[in-house]
C-alpha cells in the first residue's frame, strides 16, 4: 500500500481547544494507519492567548502556514473575557481565516446520531440535513466596521451577486450527491431568507432561484428565517439542504444544535477556491486553503475538567478527511463514532456533556476503529 503524506496545520485553540483536538489527532492517527496515510502536523497558534500574547489573534506567519496546508485541523479559540477596544471578542478567527482565505462556505451537518437522545421527538435518521451558511458576507462583513457614537451605532449587511451565486451553486450541487430529505428522500435546497423585509435578502432570493432554473432535478424553496426556526424543530425530517446568510446560518445550526444532541455533536468545514461546486473534491492547491473545526466556542468554565465532548471536533476531522480525497478514512469515522454511541461505549448527558471526557470518547471511537471492545466510563450510581 502507498503510504501518503498529508501536511496539516493544527490550531489547538482557547479553552477546551487543546483537549478536543488532542482527542481527534489519536484518532486520526488510528484511521491513518488502517488507511495508510499520515498527517504532517503544524501546530501554529491562533485565538485570545495569541491576541494577549502577540497583540493579534494570529500572526502573517501562521496564517500563511494555514494556507499552504493541505487542510487545517481548528479548536474553538475566544475567551469572553478577551475583548477589543470597540467590546467585541479579540481572539476570534473567523474574520481572519474566512474572510482573509476568501473560504466563502461554511459547511454544517445536522445530523441525530444513534444512542443519543434528542428533545424533539425524532430518533435517529429523522434529522440529517446540512446548513451551507455563506461565509464572507451578510451582516457579520461589518465586523470591525461599526459606525457610531455613544448615541447610535450601525452595521451593515452586505451581499453581493458574486457571493449568492457560488454559495447556491455549491447548495444545489451539495444536494445533488446526497441522498436526500429522510422525510420523503426529496432531493431540495432550502433558501432561508427575509425577504419580505430587507431589500438584501430579497436580492439573494432572486439570484438563488436563477441559481435553481439550471438545476431542474432538485427541488428549491424559499422559507423566511421565523418560520425556518419553527420548522426545524417541527419537521426537521423535511429538509436536506439549507443555504443562507451569514448571521441566519450562525443562529439556525445552534437551534439544529439543540436538536441533535447539542452543538457539541456538530462539525463545519470553511471551504473556497477551486472546491466551488463540488465539496468532497481534493484541493492541494496552496490557494485553495480549508479548516475544519466545532461549531461551537472554547467552553472555558469546563477546560480540563474531564466533561468536554470532542464529538464535533472528531467529525470535524472526518470532514477534513474527506477534503484530503481520503473520503474512506472520513467515512470509518463517522461509522465508529455511530458505533460507539450505539453500543454505550460513549455516552453523552442531557447537557451534551461527554462522560468520561475527551479522552474516554476519543479511546471509544478508536476501539471501534479497531473492532474491538473498549473499556467504559460511566456515571457514578447515586446512593
Given at each position: 500500500?502507498?503510504?501518503?503524506?498529508?501536511?496539516?496545520?493544527?490550531?489547538?485553540g482557547?479553552?477546551?481547544?487543546?483537549?478536543?483536538?488532542?482527542?481527534?489527532?489519536?484518532?486520526?492517527?488510528?484511521?491513518?494507519?488502517?488507511?495508510?496515510?499520515?498527517?504532517?502536523?503544524?501546530?501554529?497558534?491562533?485565538?485570545?492567548?495569541?491576541?494577549?500574547?502577540?497583540?493579534?489573534?494570529?500572526?502573517?506567519?501562521?496564517?500563511?502556514?494555514?494556507?499552504?496546508?493541505?487542510?487545517?485541523?481548528?479548536?474553538?479559540?475566544?475567551?469572553?473575557?478577551?475583548?477589543?477596544?470597540?467590546?467585541?471578542?479579540?481572539?476570534?478567527?473567523?474574520?481572519?481565516?474566512?474572510?482573509?482565505?476568501?473560504?466563502?462556505?461554511?459547511?454544517?451537518?445536522?445530523?441525530?446520531?444513534?444512542?443519543?437522545?434528542?428533545?424533539?421527538?425524532?430518533?435517529?435518521?429523522?434529522?440529517?440535513y446540512?446548513?451551507?451558511?455563506?461565509?464572507?458576507?451578510?451582516?457579520?462583513?461589518?465586523?470591525?466596521?461599526?459606525v457610531?457614537?455613544?448615541?447610535?451605532?450601525?452595521?451593515?449587511l452586505?451581499?453581493?451577486?458574486?457571493?449568492?451565486?457560488?454559495?447556491?451553486?455549491?447548495?444545489?450541487e451539495?444536494?445533488?450527491?446526497?441522498?436526500?430529505?429522510?422525510?420523503?428522500?426529496g432531493?431540495?435546497?432550502?433558501?432561508?431568507?427575509?425577504?419580505?423585509?430587507?431589500r438584501?435578502?430579497?436580492?439573494?432570493?432572486?439570484?438563488?432561484?436563477e441559481?435553481?432554473?439550471?438545476?431542474?432535478?432538485?427541488?428549491?424553496?424559499?422559507?423566511?428565517?421565523?418560520?425556518?426556526?419553527?420548522?426545524?424543530?417541527?419537521?426537521?425530517?423535511?429538509?436536506?439542504?439549507?443555504?443562507?446568510?451569514?448571521?441566519?446560518?450562525?443562529?439556525?445550526?445552534?437551534?439544529?444544535?439543540?436538536?441533535?444532541?447539542?452543538?457539541?455533536?456538530?462539525?463545519?468545514?470553511?471551504?473556497?477556491?477551486?472546491l466551488?461546486?463540488?465539496?468532497?473534491?481534493?484541493?492541494?492547491?496552496?490557494?485553495?486553503?480549508?479548516?475544519?473545526?466545532?461549531?461551537?466556542?472554547?467552553?472555558?468554565?469546563?477546560?480540563?475538567?474531564?466533561?468536554?465532548?470532542?464529538?464535533?471536533?472528531?467529525?470535524?476531522?472526518?470532514?477534513?478527511?474527506?477534503?484530503?480525497?481520503?473520503?474512506?478514512?472520513?467515512?470509518?469515522?463517522?461509522?465508529?463514532?455511530?458505533a460507539?454511541?450505539?453500543?454505550?461505549?460513549?455516552?453523552?448527558?442531557?447537557?451534551?456533556s461527554?462522560?468520561?471526557?475527551?479522552?474516554?470518547?476519543?479511546?471509544?471511537?478508536?476501539?471501534h476503529?479497531?473492532?474491538?471492545?473498549?473499556?467504559?466510563?460511566?456515571?457514578?450510581?447515586?446512593?
Amino acid at each position: 500500500m502507498q503510504h501518503t503524506s498529508y501536511p496539516v496545520a493544527v490550531i489547538p485553540g482557547d479553552g477546551i481547544g487543546p483537549e478536543l483536538v488532542e482527542a481527534a489527532l489519536s484518532v486520526l492517527a488510528a484511521v491513518g494507519s488502517r488507511h495508510g496515510f499520515s498527517l504532517s502536523t503544524t501546530t501554529v497558534d491562533g485565538g485570545a492567548a495569541a491576541y494577549l500574547r502577540d497583540g493579534v489573534p494570529m500572526t502573517p506567519e501562521a496564517i500563511e502556514v494555514v494556507r499552504r496546508s493541505a487542510a487545517t485541523l481548528k479548536g474553538p479559540v475566544g475567551l469572553p473575557e478577551v475583548r477589543l477596544p470597540d467590546g467585541t471578542e479579540a481572539g476570534l478567527l473567523g474574520g481572519v481565516l474566512r474572510n482573509g482565505l476568501d473560504l466563502w462556505a461554511n459547511v454544517r451537518p445536522i445530523k441525530l446520531l444513534p444512542g443519543i437522545e434528542s428533545r424533539v421527538r425524532a430518533e435517529p435518521g429523522d434529522i440529517d440535513y446540512v446548513i451551507v451558511r455563506e461565509n464572507t458576507e451578510g451582516l457579520y462583513l461589518a465586523r470591525g466596521r461599526g459606525v457610531g457614537n455613544e448615541r447610535a451605532m450601525t452595521d451593515t449587511l452586505l451581499v453581493t451577486r458574486h457571493g449568492c451565486e457560488r454559495i447556491a451553486r455549491y447548495a444545489f450541487e451539495l444536494a445533488a450527491r446526497r441522498s436526500g430529505a429522510p422525510a420523503d428522500g426529496g432531493h431540495r435546497v432550502t433558501l432561508v431568507d427575509k425577504a419580505n423585509v430587507l431589500r438584501s435578502m430579497f436580492f439573494f432570493r432572486e439570484v438563488f432561484l436563477e441559481v435553481a432554473a439550471q438545476y431542474p432535478d432538485i427541488e428549491a424553496e424559499c422559507l423566511y428565517v421565523d418560520a425556518a426556526a419553527q420548522a426545524l424543530v417541527m419537521r426537521p425530517e423535511h429538509f436536506d439542504v439549507i443555504v443562507t446568510e451569514n448571521l441566519f446560518g450562525d443562529i439556525l445550526s445552534d437551534l439544529g444544535g439543540g436538536t441533535v444532541g447539542g452543538i457539541a455533536m456538530c462539525p463545519s468545514g470553511n471551504v473556497g477556491g477551486a472546491l466551488r461546486g463540488d465539496p468532497a473534491r481534493r484541493s492541494s492547491h496552496p490557494a485553495d486553503p480549508a479548516y475544519f473545526e466545532p461549531i461551537h466556542g472554547s467552553a472555558p468554565a469546563i477546560a480540563g475538567r474531564g466533561l468536554a465532548n470532542p464529538l464535533s471536533q472528531i467529525l470535524a476531522a472526518a470532514m477534513m478527511l474527506d477534503h484530503l480525497g481520503e473520503r474512506a478514512g472520513g467515512d470509518d469515522i463517522r461509522d465508529a463514532t455511530s458505533a460507539a454511541l450505539a453500543a454505550g461505549d460513549i455516552q453523552i448527558r442531557r447537557d451534551g456533556s461527554a462522560i468520561g471526557g475527551p479522552d474516554a470518547v476519543s479511546r471509544a471511537v478508536v476501539a471501534h476503529l479497531r473492532g474491538g471492545a473498549p473499556e467504559v466510563e460511566r456515571e457514578p450510581s447515586t446512593p
